[in-house]
Nanobody, 121 residues
Framework: QVQLVESGGGLVQAGGSLRLSCAVS????????MGWYRQAPGKQRELVAT???????NYADSVKGRFTISRDNAKNTVYLQMNSLKPEDTAVYYC???????????????WGQGTQVTVSS
């Protein structure tokens, strides 16, 4: 059983900051890429940022220079520091991890339950 538990969402004014965390637990053999996605009402889920096990990062153009993704491999945790937030950043943010479970072959994507981020103007 694998669990991804997110925390850190909430309501913030435009220009403010939030930090999201996602802790992965369970019978994990290894974690590959980790990332954050978001889904606004009436829109498709979109990539926000990803990070490899080696620390290489990738960002959506809309968040470059404002958001920073990082991970702590010892804690199986990924973070998303969000600065200079805009109302258009309002969405449910989902954590994603591509990982291999012990005693099973292959790596698969797992998702958190989502955390709401609301940015008021």
């Amino acid at each position: 059983q694998v669990q991804l538990v997110e925390s850190g969402g909430g309501l913030v004014q435009a220009g403010g900051s939030l930090r999201l965390s996602c802790a992965v637990s369970g019978s994990i053999f290894s974690i590959n890429d980790m990332g954050w996605y978001r889904q606004a009402p009436g829109k498709q889920r979109e990539l926000v940022a990803t990070i490899t096990s080696g620390g290489s990062t990738n960002y959506a153009d809309s968040v470059k220079g404002r958001f920073t993704i990082s991970r702590d491999n010892a804690k199986n945790t990924v973070y998303l520091q969000m600065n200079s937030l805009k109302p258009e950043d309002t969405a449910v943010y989902y954590c994603n991890a591509n990982l291999r479970v012990r005693r099973l072959s292959g790596s698969y994507d797992y998702w958190g339950q989502g955390t709401q981020v609301t940015v008021s103007s």
